[in-house]
């Protein structure tokens, strides 16, 4: 078997579990075989132009630890939130659900390598009816070496919940994150992650999510931390479902950060909401990458994407590739980009109201990020992701 | 309190837009600008409240024994100078009440008074609103956000209200009014005459000055003041137009 | 689709016919020899040999792109000829010396070469297959100062210019197809306006295929001194045949400070049968230089014909305050399929873009824009603007919108926005209400989606590119 260079490491470290089921050994054999042969994406992966990934390739990371806190609140009957360890042990049949095919085919060599490495993650799984209320949340705090969470949220339909993802750490380390989604038939899924990594670390999170008829899915993603971080969202629609995503990066230093989306109707009549909001100031640069996909037969469906971004210092840069690729007639889509710096008459309205220059750019910068997070439902939550974009913005 | 002296301007590296203005203000006074588009109103006000992209090419504006033209937007603001904008800017996710409470505070501090706190500030707000007529909610929104055009005018008004200014701007504070929106602004502006601040009118119609009775007006024709004179200077060129003044 | 809607398909290409001529061919096949051949066939200088074979060099190292939307099975470049001119005895002197045949073959094309028959204020160079046959106006022009002839003629009567702009702007190596073209390009048109000249007519190149299995490599170059203005327009047809014919044209473009160019092309290359048998594969690279300061180039194209269409005419905005437009319209019906769209560089300060693209897809078209704005550091207080609509016409079609949006500089505003929609039934509906047939509603509504770029052809060109919009969409609908 070809081993590409990069990837030698991580199949040195990899050692089966005798204690494992047969189905989880199997699959995570074949998710290394894919990594191994595969390798790191290159700049020439058309969904990694825009990433550079020498921090990775330059320093393989060794297993490492990190701690996971699991916040269920009040947990209702028909709830299941519990770590992935113990959902593997507890309940097989939900945790068979994380790993899908496209872990073992290679495509995406990162969730590959999870798959093959994972030790741990979170499971939350409702039945039918049950709604969640107040949110449940998820702390992860890291130090070293390479840390694979493998994560799974499974709505049975009619059922509803709110879950916020909090990874936070300190030194050299790197997580790497794989959520798989499913949302039920009129289920509702709020679903926000606040990445605030230690300026050293890096971050990988891919979530795939599949909706089915009628569901909801909101995504809400805070960027604030890492030196090199990576989202991908991936969404497959169902019919009639509602699709909001939106995240916001804040990135100062040579701080590095991506946002990839693909969003995938292939059944009639749903709806995509899409808004990004980019803040990069000194050498920092981000990268916003959305496709909007739309198969034949997928009629009425209404997409709309918004990309913005602001420059902060002469040295800061952005990438944004905004696609869509229509193949159905009866269809609304709409993308829209923009990169600049704030607005000039703006900041003179402010100023000539008497608020001082850097005063007046917090607060534009604020408004112009928190829009992202407008359709967060929940008051609280929304105080609490504007608590941190404001944090950031008095820490410059 | 402000003395304009023989002030040139032009639009960054290009024409020419204020030829040599010199005014003078006093406390207490009503002063209304006039003249056809085009003539440097709007510059002449924007160049006083500190915008960017003009060159001052010659002469000076003093206010309260200050180089204004060396002061920041903010200073300015803070120091009593408020512009009403003839196209008050909307900034979406800015609350209107969260923006007031800031500059209030800014020039508060800047002067070495106490910040108001929330409660003292509402009830500053509350009295205030009266006084334009302006329904609770729009001060929810973000700022100027969804307003119709008379809202921004009233909001400007009553930004002024708010903020107390020594000396207020207002840049073409009538267009795109109706009457009764005219009247409440009128209104707002009347009760907001004081001895100790002077109020400059920048218009092209005397429909303005109907309701609030200036003290002197001038016209500025091709960046000159080209003639002064007191409120009935404003009555002759309602009924001759600016040609009939010789402009 | 219906009978009738298909024979209107199948007739609406009006230019397939072939020309019965005598002609002058490499053998097939690419290599050295036949570029040696291609060269002293045209009396050309070493220096430009050397060019050519350093050129195929760099070709025989590149694959195909592979990044676009297009699908075609694998083109075999040996088997095609890469060098094909209708005999003449010798090169023409004047109009009265170029084989009636090929005169006649123009009138259909509806370019009368006769000067006296001419349309006014146009001057044509038309080239058929590999070669210029006739130039219009030149004498006049040529009072002017400006050049205007076919590329052989400029190689060899203005030399030093060729030699100074010649691959400037499209490197030899820019691409796999730039490069091929660079290896056995045969003719094209030259143009060069001298400084504070205002060209006072349209020129215009006129293309036709009409050999079959050759391919077409013209080579055009405009250069406006400073000060100078020069408005260009290209057409192309070719015959109706059952094989795809390779057409992978350069044209490089240089405003010095102060010039303008303004590059307008109607493309109505054969687009193959409603089955996707034949037609042109149209892989073009095209760029300009905004060279000098406060020069604009503006490219504006309407892209109906070819079975596949490859091109991004792009502006290297360099001098400062330098301005780059591109205004596109393409449309694939049947089963074409087009990938295009514009490449806006921006490298000195105060430059702007506006870029406006209308997509049509019907029929099995697949319809891409693909667009690349570059702000580098340098290139302060810039601006873009672009918008791409898209409009699908029947439910096998395709829209694709690949923008990619890089900024290095924070004084600088970038604005891009884009959408999607079909013909709504009540547009249809509200026209044919009104006494219009389906197929009149059908041009009525494209032509008024597409208006913002048609405004922008000379006026000649924006009556015949209208009439070809309609054309190019028959039996799309109903």
Known sequence: MAVKTEAAPYLDVFRPNAGEPAWLRDARAKARDAFVARGFPSRRDEAWRFTNLRPLADKPFEPGHGKLELKPGSLPKGAWFASMARTLIEKPEIARRAIGESDLAGGQPFAS???AMFADGFVLALDEGVTLDPPVEIVHSAGDGSINLRNLIVLAPSSRATIVERYCGEGAYWTNTVTTVSVGAGASLTHVKVQDEGPEAIHFGMVRAALEPAATYRNFGLTLGANLSRQDVQVAHGIGSIVDLAGAYLQRGDQDTTN?????HAAPGATTRELFKGVLDKRSHGAFLGTIRVREGAQKTDAKQTSRALLLSDRASVDTKPELEILADDVKCAHGAAVGDLDKDTLFYLRARGIGIDEARRMLIEAFVLEAFETVEQPELRGHLAARVRVWLEAA | MLEIKNLHASVDGGREILKGVSLTVRAGEVHAIMGPN?????????????????????????????????????DRARAGIFLAFQYPVEIPGVNNMYFLRVALNAGRKARGEPELD?????????????????????????????????EKKRNEIFQMAMLEPRLAILDETDSGLDIDALRVVANGINRLRAPNRAIVMITHY???????????????????????????????LEKTGYAGVGV | MTDSAQALVSDSYKYGFVTDIDEDRAPPGLNEDVIRFISAKKGEPEWLLEWRLGAFGRWQKMSEPKWANVHFPPIDYQAASYYSAPKQKAAPKSIDDVDPELLRTYEKLGIPLHERKALAGVAVDAVFDSVSVATTFKDKLGELGIIFCSFGEAVREHGDLVQQYLGSVVPQGDNFYAALNSAVFSDGSFVYVPPGVRCPMELS???????????????????????????????????????????????????????????????????GDAEGRGGIYNFVTKRGAC???????????????????????????EGDDSVGEFYSVAVTNNRQQADTGTKMIHLGRNTRSTIISKGISAGKGQNTYRGLVRVQPKAVNSRNYTQCDSLLIGQKCGAHTVPYIEVRNPSSRVEHEATTSKISEEQMFYCRSRGLSQEDALSLIVNGFCKEVLKELPMEFAVEAQKLLSVSLEGSVG
């Open chain 3, 205 to 271: 190149t006129y293309f036709r295929i009409n050999a079959a299995k050759t391919g077409q490599f013209e080579r055009t170059l405009v250069i406006a001194d400073k000060g100078a203005y020069v408005s260009y327009l290209e057409g192309c047809t070719a015959p109706q045949r059952d094989e795809n014919q390779l057409h992978a044209a350069v044209v490089e473009l240089v405003a010095l400070d102060d010039a303008q160019i303004k590059y307008s092309t109607v493309q109505n290359w054969y687009p």
């Open chain 1, 113 to 115: 390598l999870n798959a």
């Open chain 3, 291 to 317: 060279r000098g300061a406060r020069s604009k180039i503006s490219w504006t194209q309407v892209e109906t014909g070819s079975a596949i269409t490859w091109k991004y005419p792009g502006c290297l905005l």
């Open chain 2, 118 to 150: 929330a409660g003292q500030f509402l009830k500053t707000v509350r009295n205030k609103l009266k006084l334009l007529e302006i329904d609770d909610d729009l001060l929810q929104r973000g700022v100027n956000v969804g307003f119709s055009g008379g």
């Open chain 2, 206 to 236: 005397q429909r303005l000055l109907d309701h609030v009775a200036p003290d002197f007006v001038h016209v500025l024709s091709e960046g000159r003041i080209v003639r002064s004179g007191d409120k009935s200077l404003a009555a002759e």
């Open chain 2, 38 to 74: 085009g003539s440097g109103k709007s510059t002449l006000a924007g160049i006083l409240a500190g915008r960017d992209g003009y060159d001052i090419t010659r002469g000076s504006v003093i206010y309260d024994g200050r180089d204004l033209l060396a002061m920041s937007p903010e």
């Open chain 1, 260 to 264: 990839a989306v693909v969003v995938d």
